[in-house]
């Protein structure tokens, strides 16, 4: 009717045009409906340098950050709640493509450490909101008894250890997975052997490189020679590692992607899962414009842009030596082989042990 609202949440670029024809229906069919867009995705267009609203028209406002103060506004609700326990009793959890029914949480929004370079989460400058380790664990157990999951998605940038610790002295009665730093916690095995108790069944973990000067000028945080201790502690733990590497970064050039080739096959009876990525330029990094940057097209809507190596090192050189060489080496061809098809690194704890 006349007074309808309706919001749409779009997080990825791979729901944008499902979103806006969505949209375009809506406003066809229901002329007098106002709708909303907020999430992930728009709050970084909003944010981005130079932003344009080309969806006038389409969508009657585009909302950046967390919407719910934004909702209660317009609905003119005056009460605010410190904490709102999520509901997923409208989502049709059985008929998403998975295993089994996988409960996502949101135990914090941004992330603890904030200052690896080149992350968009860092670039946006999005706060670090954790929910109360307790209060994350109250409500777990109540999902977990409504809905009984198969496995818990714990969705934070990075799990704090605060959290961690917690989920060891009130252990899940469902398995879970997450990403997670490499701190000293995980040298201790006990602490890895804990986690496993508390139901931990994978980590993700971003490595970027095996090349300890490209982690150092990345801010990442992270010591291989510590990283190494953890990945034999997880092993033994019995939890799955899904490590992401990424390559092309502008501290990176062939000989530092060659040591994290060489760090992968030392380490590669520890390594469950891997994801090889190539780095992608946030669109609104402040030192972007020292690599004359460009679009990658006219009009796009990525959060990225294309930019000028400054170690030689560009895109076409980094997917040949991926291409002809690192996905061709045996050991780490059988790990490569092992991301579960039609599946992504939110499903691959199914596919453990494989
Ligand atoms: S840990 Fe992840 S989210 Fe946090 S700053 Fe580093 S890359 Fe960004």
Known sequence: HDDGLIGISLNFLSQALPAFAIAGYLKKEYPGIKIIMGGGLVTSWIKGPGWKNS???LVDEMVTGPGEEYLRDLLNIRERAAHVRPQYDLSPGDQYISPGFIL?????????WQKCGFCPERAEGNPYRPVPPDTV???????IEKHRPSMVHILDNAISPALLRHLIKRPL????YGFVRITDHFKDKG???????????????GIESGDQGVL??????????TASIVLKNLKEA????????LFGTPPEGEKEARHTMEFVKRHIDYIGFMNLALFNMPLNHPDADRYNRNQFYEGDLSLYTSFEH??????AKVRAFLDNEFRRDPDIREVVKRNPPFFTSNHAAFFYPW
Do not use: H, Q
Not at 173 to 176: E, F, L, M, Q, V
Not at 191 to 205: A, E, N, P
Not at 216 to 221: P, W
């Open 137 to 143: 664990l109250d409500d777990l157990s109540l999902l």
């Open 191 to 205: 602490f890895c052997l804990d986690l496993k108790r508390s139901g931990c069944t994978m980590l993700k973990i």
């Open 104 to 112: 996502p949480y949101s135990a914090s929004s941004g992330c603890y």
């Open 173 to 176: 009665n469902a398995p879970w």
């Open 216 to 225: 150092d000028a990345l801010d990442k945080g992270l010591d291989l020679t």
């Open 310 to 315: 400054p170690k030689g090192w560009g895109r």
């Open 238 to 245: 019995g939890i799955a590692t899904y490590l992401y590497f």
């Open 55 to 57: 969806f006038k028209g």
